[in-house]
């Protein structure tokens, strides 16, 4: 919790409960189970727009604390990473808190490209004497699913070709 420098009291944060953010576009999931070469839970990683923008420059308003973990640039691309180890540390493999979008529970899971609305909290940490604020992934509605969609398999024309071993002969075979 951020400290007023004038009379040494903590700052009341402002919406550190709960946050909705709508719209966000899906770069890198770990969704469908934990990633275990970090050991860094479930995660999603998306793209930062405008929504999530305002909300980091009201965090760090409000806190006094300038350091959000999880962001990164990745060429020319911000993004931001939401974490939670609670369910995989429990050995729960599938992040259970995925919605579509009418609210429901579904067994799918979004990856890159999908638009995703979450819920985060987020939470100011004091480690080493440096305070940090991290943004807890809480739950996931998946709005539109843009993955995979662009792939399309050629069509194969029938040329006549069948598998059928007709009138093939042993000793002819190469093999």
Same mark, same amino acid.
């Given at each position: ?10 700052? =009341?944060?402002?919406?550190?409960? =709960? ?42 308003? *409000? ?17 931001? =990473? ?21 609210? *429901? ?28 604020? =991290?943004?807890?992934?809480? *739950?996931? *509605? ?34």
């Amino acid at each position: 919790m951020a400290v007023s420098k004038k009379t040494g009291n903590t700052k =009341s944060p402002v919406k550190m409960d =709960s946050q909705k953010v709508f719209g966000l576009t899906v770069k890198w999931s770990h969704l469908l189970k934990p990633d275990l070469e970090y050991n860094s839970g479930h995660s999603v990683t998306v793209e930062i727009n405008k929504e999530l923008a305002k909300l980091q420059k009201e965090l760090i308003a *409000q806190t006094g604390v300038k350091k959000i973990n999880g962001l990164k640039d990745d060429d020319g691309v911000k993004l931001a =990473s939401f974490r939670n180890k609670i369910h995989s540390s429990e050995g729960v493999e599938r992040f259970p808190r995925i919605y579509d979008k009418d609210g *429901q529970i579904t067994a799918d899971c979004p990856f890159g490209g999908d638009e995703i609305n979450v819920v985060i909290k987020p939470k100011v940490w004091e480690m080493n004497g440096k305070q940090s604020i =991290s943004c807890y992934l809480e *739950q996931v *509605q998946w709005v539109k699913k843009n993955s995979g969609d662009s792939v399309t398999f050629e069509v194969i024309k029938d040329d006549g070709v069948s598998f059928a071993n007709d009138n093939l002969e042993d000793d002819k075979l190469p093999f």
